[in-house]
């Protein structure tokens, strides 16, 4: 934990995109900052300096099927990354949508 009650995930293993033969290896590092009414989600894979702020998680509506949801999309180009929390009995699942002309991904990440 940091000073400002964040936390940094250091994430890294393998996927395999729907269709290809292999995976691909992966490692990525998110800084997970509550706030008053939300959790700021940052990507710092090129360190805390060359932070990338990603969205703001807020308190989804119940009838969105999650208990937090990116306020906005994040745009990365032309590409929209979302994202949406359930809190688990053991942690949370984090689901990402990635839209646009290079990207149509769904990625299902399972924190416990």
Same mark, same amino acid.
Request: some cysteine; proline content about 3%; charged content about 25%.
């Given at each position: 934990?940091?000073? $400002?009650?964040?936390?940094?995930?250091?994430?890294?293993?393998?996927?395999?995109?729907?269709?290809?033969?292999?995976?691909?290896?992966?490692?990525?590092?998110?800084?997970?900052?509550?706030?008053?009414?939300?959790?700021?989600?940052?990507?710092? %894979?090129?360190?805390? $300096?060359?932070?990338?702020?990603?969205? $703001?998680?807020?308190?989804?509506?119940?009838? &969105?099927?999650?208990?937090?949801?990116?306020?906005?999309?994040?745009?990365?180009?032309?590409? %929209?990354? &979302?994202? %949406?929390?359930?809190?688990?009995?053991?942690?949370?699942?984090?689901?990402?949508?990635?839209?646009?002309?290079?990207?149509?991904?769904?990625?299902?990440? %399972?924190?416990?």
């Amino acid at each position: 934990m940091h000073a $400002d009650n964040s936390l940094t995930f250091l994430e890294s293993g393998r996927f395999r995109p729907e269709g290809a033969a292999e995976s691909i290896a992966f490692h990525n590092v998110f800084r997970w900052t509550p706030q008053a009414d939300t959790i700021v989600l940052s990507h710092e %894979r090129r360190g805390i $300096d060359a932070a990338v702020w990603l969205f $703001d998680l807020v308190t989804a509506d119940h009838e &969105q099927g999650c208990d937090l949801i990116s306020r906005e999309a994040h745009l990365c180009g032309n590409d %929209r990354y &979302q994202a %949406r929390l359930t809190f688990m009995a053991q942690g949370f699942d984090l689901e990402w949508t990635i839209q646009g002309p290079r990207k149509d991904e769904h990625l299902h990440y %399972r924190y416990r």
